[in-house]
């Protein structure tokens, strides 16, 4: 399920885990919390006629009217799909990589056909840990600071929204942050794997 948890950023010499301000698996609080901090989310209705591990086409397909409607709103021109898989050689770099702070120059816009991730948003005096799974919609805006965990299993599969895909460059703040509050559950990667 879908969960957002809010935490105060906090002096990271404090040793505890983080205790969430606000922790919540109800969509329309969810998306309320994140529409005041700028963030776009939206459940989309499931495709119960899209099998398990669908080709790119047959994923745009099933999708086209929604995608349609984000392009004509949002502006943007690029749409692929990326599937990540623990059978893939780089997922554990690749894991590493987006577990540290970063921004973009370009809105980071995800749609999860399947699996799960966990984006953690770095907004002013807060974090807001964000467990997508299938049907989620986010988008992040170009300069948000987040971090991204795959989890130590990735199988998760996504649409991606670019208005330049050339702009989707990862620039690291440099900020240990991340390493101060929690990961992808494992429970939960095993849960959405089957
Ligand atoms: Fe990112």
Known sequence: MTELRIYATRDTGVETAPEPLLSTSNAVQISAELKMRGIKFQRWPSKPELEQQARQERILEAYASLIASVQK???????????????????????????????????????????????????KDEVLQVICEANDWITIPAGTRHWFDMGANPNYCVIRFFKNSGGWVASFTDDPIANHYPGLPCAREQTTQG
């Open 73 to 123: 709103h949002e502006g943007y021109q690029t749409v692929d799909v990326m599937r990540v898989g623990s059978d893939q050689p780089n997922t554990s770099s690749l894991r590493q990589t987006f577990l540290q702070e970063h921004q973009h120059q370009e809105d980071e816009v995800r749609f999860f056909v399947e699996g799960c991730g966990l984006f953690s948003l770095h907004i």
